[in-house]
């Protein structure tokens, strides 16, 4: 197995992949608790040392899986895990406000079981609290000595460059791969611009450009894919060319569709630093190999060509799910 090497996001040095934890605890059907934890210490002896989760997922499930996973590896670890999105009467809502800003970094740290975040992001933008105020606050995290770095997730251009004024803003986290690449129009730009890493979530497509996906069916019955509308009817047919196209060149490079799509996006820049998420080893193992795969600017030309910005038929979210900063719309 390659040795994973690393990237900086700003000052903060951290493996070249990351791993998102948040399916070992919603959304993409059942997961099995020691399969998750295996799963992360897996990741730590492969190299890996940036994990993602947030207090959202699983209501606070995740962050106590995570917490007690790295209870004995708390210093081989990159902690990241964000806050704002709470669930309301069934309903998710966005709080952004400074107060709760102090109350949900406290409550992810209890969770935790650690005493700092070395990433701690705002989730999602709050339309009815200004950014500099919400910045303000996480700042003081820091000043506490709580939060080691600041991050943002799914927020625009201009919401960066204003938060950017408060405090330097280490990380983005948006959706970015082979079939959403909307980032790319002034996001990306922008957050190079200030010096602002980019860590893609879903870049692997939640899972479809690998491949593996052949039919809705495929999903279990608790699984959110099963509503969402690039994985729904003609939708799906369409984009199943995407993948099969996306599967031959793998084949001819002798490389998996993962790891083509993830070289993709490790391809786009040393400041990007994706989060493919998954709660078994088989798949985890798989990822990791894509720092291996080398793509030439033939090659890159190519990728392109099968995956111009827009080939994806269908929003990223179906309409129950689409709060956040616009025009990013949410994970």
Same mark, same amino acid.
């Given at each position: 197995?390659?040795?994973?090497?690393?990237?900086?996001?700003?000052?903060?040095?951290?493996?070249?992949?990351?791993?998102?934890?948040?399916?070992? %605890?919603?959304?993409?059907?059942?997961?099995?608790?020691?399969?998750?934890?295996?799963?992360?210490?897996?990741? *730590?002896?492969?190299? =890996?040392?940036?994990?993602?989760?947030?207090?959202?997922?699983?209501?606070?499930?995740?962050?106590? *899986?995570?917490?007690?996973?790295?209870?004995?590896?708390?210093? +081989?670890?990159?902690?990241?895990?964000?806050?704002?999105?709470?669930?309301?009467?069934?309903?998710?809502? =966005?709080?952004?406000?400074?107060?709760?800003?102090?109350?949900?970094?406290?409550?992810?740290?209890?969770?935790?079981?650690?005493?700092?975040?070395?990433?701690?992001?705002?989730?999602? &933008? +709050?339309?009815?609290?200004?950014?500099?105020?919400?910045?303000?606050?996480?700042?003081?995290?820091?000043?506490?000595?709580?939060?080691?770095?600041?991050?943002?997730?799914?927020? %625009?251009?201009?919401?960066?460059?204003? $938060?950017?004024?408060?405090?330097?803003?280490?990380?983005?986290?948006?959706?970015?791969?082979?079939?959403?690449?909307?980032?790319? +129009?002034?996001? &990306?730009?922008?957050?190079?611009?200030?010096?602002?890493?980019?860590?893609?979530?879903?870049?692997?497509?939640?899972?479809?450009?690998?491949?593996?996906?052949?039919?809705?069916?495929?999903?279990?019955?608790?699984?959110?894919?099963?509503?969402?509308?690039?994985?729904?009817?003609?939708?799906?047919?369409?984009?199943?060319?995407? &993948?099969?196209?996306?599967?031959?060149?793998?084949?001819?490079?002798?490389?998996?569709?993962?790891?083509?799509?993830? $070289?993709?996006?490790?391809?786009?820049?040393?400041?990007?630093?994706? =989060?493919?998420?998954?709660?078994?080893?088989?798949?985890?193992?798989?990822? &990791?190999?894509?720092?291996?795969?080398?793509?030439? $600017? $033939?090659?890159?030309?190519?990728?392109?060509? =099968?995956?111009?910005?827009?080939?994806?038929?269908?929003?990223?979210?179906?309409?129950?799910?689409?709060?956040?900063?616009?025009?990013?719309?949410?994970?």
């Amino acid at each position: 197995m390659t040795s994973m090497p690393t990237r900086r996001l700003g000052e903060l040095e951290v493996s070249a992949i990351g791993l998102g934890c948040m399916g070992m %605890s919603q959304s993409y059907g059942p997961a099995d608790r020691d399969e998750s934890i295996a799963t992360i210490h897996r990741a *730590l002896e492969l190299g =890996i040392t940036f994990l993602d989760t947030a207090d959202v997922y699983g209501s606070g499930h995740n962050e106590k *899986l995570v917490g007690e996973a790295i209870r004995e590896r708390r210093d +081989d670890v990159v902690l990241a895990t964000k806050f704002s999105l709470q669930w309301v009467d069934g309903r998710t809502a =966005i709080n952004g406000r400074p107060d709760y800003v102090h109350q949900a970094c406290d409550a992810s740290l209890q969770r935790l079981g650690v005493d700092h975040i070395d990433l701690y992001y705002q989730h999602r &933008v +709050d339309p009815e609290v200004p950014i500099e105020d919400t910045v303000g606050a996480m700042a003081e995290l820091v000043d506490a000595g709580k939060v080691r770095y600041l991050g943002l997730s799914e927020a %625009s251009s201009a919401t960066i460059e204003r $938060a950017c004024a408060v405090h330097q803003i280490t990380a983005l986290q948006s959706e970015w791969s082979l079939w959403t690449r909307d980032l790319e +129009d002034e996001v &990306v730009g922008i957050a190079r611009k200030f010096g602002v890493g980019i860590v893609p979530f879903s870049p692997l497509g939640r899972g479809f450009l690998t491949g593996a996906i052949r039919s809705p069916e495929d999903f279990a019955e608790d699984d959110f894919r099963r509503n969402n509308p690039r994985f729904q009817g003609e939708n799906f047919q369409a984009n199943l060319r995407l &993948v099969d196209e996306v599967t031959a060149m793998a084949a001819e490079k002798g490389c998996t569709a993962s790891q083509l799509a993830l $070289a993709w996006v490790l391809a786009q820049g040393e400041d990007v630093v994706p =989060i493919p998420g998954t709660k078994r080893r088989s798949y985890l193992e798989d990822n &990791v190999g894509a720092v291996a795969v080398h793509l030439d $600017a $033939a090659e890159l030309r190519r990728l392109d060509e =099968i995956a111009p910005q827009g080939v994806a038929v269908g929003e990223r979210y179906s309409w129950q799910h689409s709060y956040g900063d616009s025009p990013q719309p949410s994970e």
